[in-house]
């Protein structure tokens, strides 16, 4: 039972805007370093988000958008979607949320001072407790439904590494087994994986699109090289066929659910292209009948990955439309339309119409229009 706002926290919080403004980032990043004493809490973030402070802005902005539509909360129900769906994939616990809340009021208050008075503190203790109450019970509900699926599990799972595919210089495809040989969670074309990593001194979990349509026997997700990356460099260095890992089901929404029969342009770049692939192959079995017009660039045409999936998905009867961008222009001997340079707004919305849903997916972003 979600208990609603005391009288008086909505007004309280909504005139503290101006401070979440001003000084959000700061909270943001002073509560995250307090968190990320705690090993288990710290290996549910993402590292390199954290020093480059993707993180930290991302949640001041949730923030200060939950600050503005609090009396009005459904508002914020596709952001909401999306964070529920990130905690679903880290196995996050309701035991957590009380260790967040903490850290968060606790920052405010370091913070801001003197200005973050006993009512002010009163209150944002009160819109966590809101909102944490509406996420964990989004997420219970969450985890069981997937969990009494076909193929559908609970916690984490065992799978092993059926085999690696070398997909371009720099991905590689990793397809995964299940150890108990039973069937696996139908995915829906454009979710993640995420995988619990605790050895060889790395201890986090880490997400990855799944690549492959959906098969109820395995999955495939293909990985990108980054230099500075300690865990796609280990992906690539030190895993092996026959090497097991521990997988959480399917999450994420972004997919083609709410697109109904309006055609969709799917615009990718570099390893942007995964969840697209899943999409594009489901479409090939049958499972996805709107048209697709894949837009994908890359530096040079050699680097673009899954070349021969491409070729045979541009020779169906029921061929999606292909455009392949390149910044150099060099390599070019797909037999399929290239243009030299990058992706531009322009180009795009020539080709488009007004009905047409546009899904952009650059390395880990994702978002729709």
Same mark, same amino acid.
């Given at each position: 039972?979600?208990?609603?706002?005391?009288?008086?926290?909505?007004?309280?919080?909504?005139?503290?805007?101006?401070?979440?403004?001003?000084?959000?980032?700061?909270?943001?990043?002073?509560?995250?370093?307090?968190?990320?004493?705690?090993?288990?809490?710290?290996?549910?973030?993402?590292?390199?988000?954290?020093?480059?402070?993707?993180?930290?802005?991302?949640?001041?902005?949730?923030?200060?958008?939950?600050?503005?539509?609090?009396?009005?909360?459904?508002?914020?129900?596709?952001?909401?979607?999306?964070?529920?769906?990130?905690?679903?994939?880290?196995?996050?616990?309701?035991?957590?949320?009380?260790?967040?809340?903490?850290?968060?009021?606790?920052?405010?208050?370091?913070?801001?001072?003197?200005?973050?008075?006993?009512?002010?503190?009163?209150?944002?203790?009160?819109?966590?407790?809101?909102?944490?109450?509406?996420?964990?019970?989004?997420?219970?509900?969450?985890?069981?439904?997937?969990?009494?699926?076909?193929?559908?599990?609970?916690?984490?799972?065992?799978?092993?590494?059926?085999?690696?595919?070398?997909?371009?210089?720099?991905?590689?495809? #990793?397809? &995964? $087994?299940?150890?108990?040989?039973? %069937? =696996? !969670? @139908?995915?829906?074309? +454009?979710?993640?994986? *995420?995988?619990?990593?605790?050895?060889?001194?790395?201890?986090?979990?880490?997400?990855?699109?799944?690549?492959?349509?959906?098969?109820?026997?395995?999955?495939?997700?293909?990985?990108?090289?980054?230099?500075?990356?300690?865990?796609?460099?280990?992906?690539?260095?030190?895993?092996?066929?026959?090497?097991?890992?521990?997988?959480?089901?399917?999450?994420?929404? #972004?997919? &083609? $659910?709410?697109?109904?029969?309006? %055609? =969709? !342009? @799917?615009?990718?770049? +570099?390893?942007?292209? *995964?969840?697209?692939?899943?999409?594009?192959?489901?479409?090939?079995?049958?499972?996805?009948?709107?048209?697709?017009?894949?837009?994908?660039?890359?530096?040079?045409?050699?680097?673009?990955?899954?070349?021969?999936?491409?070729?045979?998905?541009?020779?169906?009867?029921?061929?999606?439309?292909?455009?392949?961008?390149?910044?150099?222009?060099?390599?070019?001997?797909?037999? &399929?339309?290239?243009?030299?340079?990058?992706?531009?707004?322009?180009?795009?919305?020539?080709?488009?119409?007004?009905?047409?849903?546009?899904?952009?997916?650059?390395?880990?972003?994702?978002?729709?229009?």
């Amino acid at each position: 039972m979600i208990e609603p706002l005391k009288s008086g926290t909505a007004e309280i919080v909504k005139a503290t805007i101006p401070a979440l403004e001003a000084y959000g980032v700061t909270i943001t990043k002073t509560m995250y370093g307090s968190l990320m004493r705690d090993p288990a809490i710290a290996a549910m973030f993402n590292q390199t988000d954290q020093a480059n402070g993707r993180q930290p802005h991302a949640l001041a902005a949730a923030v200060l958008a939950y600050a503005r539509h609090i009396d009005h909360p459904e508002k914020l129900e596709s952001a909401l979607s999306l964070i529920v769906e990130r905690h679903v994939a880290v196995m996050v616990k309701p035991e957590q949320y009380p260790v967040v809340g903490t850290a968060l009021l606790g920052a405010i208050k370091t913070v801001l001072g003197d200005a973050a008075t006993p009512q002010i503190m009163e209150a944002w203790s009160d819109a966590y407790r809101f909102l944490a109450e509406i996420l964990i019970s989004h997420e219970a509900r969450i985890y069981n439904e997937r969990s009494a699926l076909p193929g559908g599990w609970r916690e984490w799972r065992s799978f092993r590494v059926a085999s690696r595919v070398q997909e371009s210089d720099t991905v590689t495809s #990793f397809w &995964l $087994a299940p150890v108990d040989n039973k %069937p =696996v !969670l @139908l995915h829906k074309p +454009g979710q993640f994986l *995420t995988f619990k990593l605790e050895r060889d001194g790395i201890n986090t979990r880490r997400s990855y699109s799944i690549s492959n349509a959906p098969d109820a026997q395995s999955y495939r997700i293909s990985v990108k090289r980054d230099p500075n990356g300690q865990v796609s460099s280990w992906f690539h260095d030190r895993l092996r066929e026959g090497d097991k890992l521990d997988v959480a089901p399917p999450a994420g929404d #972004f997919t &083609l $659910a709410a697109t109904g029969t309006s %055609p =969709v !342009l @799917l615009a990718s770049a +570099g390893i942007g292209i *995964t969840p697209f692939m899943s999409m594009l192959l489901t479409a090939r079995a049958g499972g996805i009948t709107k048209p697709l017009h894949l837009v994908h660039g890359d530096h040079d045409y050699d680097r673009i990955p899954f070349r021969s999936s491409l070729l045979e998905l541009a020779g169906a009867p029921t061929a999606p439309r292909i455009d392949l961008f390149s910044s150099t222009g060099a390599g070019n001997n797909l037999s &399929l339309p290239g243009h030299k340079g990058h992706i531009s707004a322009q180009w795009i919305f020539d080709n488009i119409t007004p009905e047409t849903h546009i899904f952009v997916c650059v390395l880990a972003v994702f978002s729709t229009i």
